[in-house]
């Protein structure tokens, strides 16, 4: 069992940052590939980021609609995956959640293990 916690959610004007974090503990979560998901109300769970097993940067996947602006990154020795948010729009408010899967994917369906969610509204 992997449990997650997301921090680092609120609310922010367009063209702001934020930077969320995933805190992972019991089973070794650097055993896993990690990755970000949004939910907006009314809509499917969509892909964010993902990043390998290895930590600082890794291989990384990135939705086209994130790709220059968002950045994963994780760090192993304290069990932390991040997602640095810059230039946010509207449209990136959402419900953001993290999970641990055992491949890097962008398939929610692949992955074992989910965080409860952290909320980012941007206002324009």
């Known amino acids: 069992q992997v449990l997650l916690v997301e921090f680092g959610g609120g609310l922010v004007q367009a063209g702001g940052s934020l930077r969320l974090s995933c805190a992972a503990s019991?089973?070794?979560?650097?055993?896993?590939?990690m990755g970000w998901f949004r939910q907006a109300p009314g809509k499917e769970r969509e892909f964010v980021a993902a990043i390998t097993k290895r930590s600082g940067t890794g291989t990384t996947l990135y939705a086209d609609s994130v790709k220059g602006r968002f950045t994963i990154s994780r760090n192993n020795a304290n069990n932390t995956v991040y997602l640095q948010m810059n230039s946010l729009r509207p449209e990136d408010t959402a419900v953001y959640y993290c999970?641990?899967?055992?491949?890097?994917?962008?398939?929610?369906?692949?992955?074992?293990?989910w965080g409860q969610g952290t909320q980012v509204t941007v206002s324009s």
């Open positions: 019991g089973r070794t979560s650097s055993n896993y590939a």
């Open positions: 999970g641990a899967s055992e491949l890097l994917t962008r398939f929610a369906s692949r992955y074992d293990y």
